[in-house]
């Protein structure tokens, strides 16, 4: 039971670099998210998928590339690093149909352990 | 989406109940109120939903007010792996399937 994997666990990078962050899960699930924690702000949604090849912007996209050419995987990718993308980084994914097979909003997300970056 | 109001932080003791409140006088017909927690240096993990009636499950309680502007979690039996920080979040039944996440209610479990 993999369920959802995030990797690298930690990161450091200096400002200006590409990196990406890789999530990836095993249920099949439709919907995945990205999310960024920081103090002070909380858990603030950054992209989410539908489906494959099938991506929306949150509440802070900016600075972030993300695609979905696959199911399983929903990598999200800094294009030049900066100091404020410091931040401890959570890929999610939910199923878009409950277990009769109904459309539903009300799917849990789980939640990948997180990656770490750090940006000096 | 509609906001959530919760304490910042709330204190219990091992093995005692603990009432979890939450705030949503702004809550629309199609809400549904969801409850996460995020235990330390992990991810948030479900906790239970629910839209009217009162739910239960293995982990949690869900009392829901007639009205609906209120809710409370309730702990059955609290034990040192449920301290966390607990997120209620009203989650729009016929939109899309994203969280906006508050600030959260930091519970702390004193042995």
């Known amino acids: 039971d993999a369920g959802i994997t995030q990797s690298p666990r930690y990161k450091i990078t200096e400002t200006g670099r590409q990196v990406t962050l890789m999530c990836h899960q095993t249920w099949s699930h439709s919907y995945m998210f990205w999310y960024r924690q920081d103090l002070g702000h909380g858990l603030r949604l950054i992209y989410y998928?539908?489906?494959?090849?099938?991506?929306d912007k949150g509440e802070v996209p900016d600075g972030y590339v993300v695609s979905r050419s696959k199911t399983e995987n929903f990598p999200l990718t800094l294009e030049s690093a900066t100091r404020s993308q410091t931040s401890v980084y959570f890929c999610?994914?939910?199923?878009?149909?409950?277990?009769?097979?109904?459309?539903?909003?009300?799917?849990?997300?789980?939640f990948g352990n997180g990656t770490r970056l750090t940006v000096t | 989406d509609a906001k959530t109001t919760q304490p910042n932080s709330m204190e219990s003791n091992e093995e005692e109940p603990v009432h979890l409140p939450c705030n949503h006088s702004?809550?629309?017909?199609?809400?549904?109120i969801h409850w996460y927690r995020q235990l330390p240096s992990q991810g948030p993990e479900y906790v239970i939903h629910?839209?009217?009636s009162n739910v239960n499950n293995r982990m949690a309680s869900l009392a829901i007010a007639e009205d609906r502007k209120s809710s409370t979690l309730i702990l059955h039996r609290a034990t040192l792996r449920d301290a966390a920080v607990y997120y209620c979040i009203l989650r729009d039944g016929e939109g899309a399937q994203k969280l906006v996440f508050g600030q959260g209610t930091r519970l702390t479990i004193n042995p």
């Open positions: 999610a994914s939910s199923e878009s149909r409950d277990r009769w097979y109904m459309t539903s909003y009300n799917s849990p997300l789980h």
């Open positions: 702004t809550i629309s017909g199609t809400d549904y």
């Open positions: 629910g839209l009217t």
């Open positions: 998928s539908a489906a494959a090849d099938i991506t």
